[in-house]
């Protein structure tokens, strides 16, 4: 098992926490920003940012499937 901590293990108790679902229209562009707003940081890794794009990337494919439904 990988001793990599989930980021919601991290969390304090006291806090805030707020959630995006795929479907969200905004949230592509939330994590895309949130991405640009964390490029450089020595805390953010390049592997936690490419994860990121690539959940943006679902979430925007998703939208697009919904969309042609």
């Known amino acids: 098992m990988s001793k990599k901590k989930n980021a919601l293990d991290k969390v304090a108790d006291?806090?805030?926490?707020?959630?995006?679902?795929?479907?969200?229209?905004?949230?592509?562009r939330t994590v895309c920003l949130w991405i640009a707003d964390n490029i450089g940081n020595s805390e953010c890794g390049d592997e936690k940012l490419y994860e990121a794009l690539a959940c943006a990337l679902r979430m925007r494919r998703q939208l697009f499937r919904r969309a042609a439904d």
């Open 14 to 28: 006291d806090e805030e926490v707020f959630a995006l679902r795929g479907r969200d229209l905004s949230a592509p």
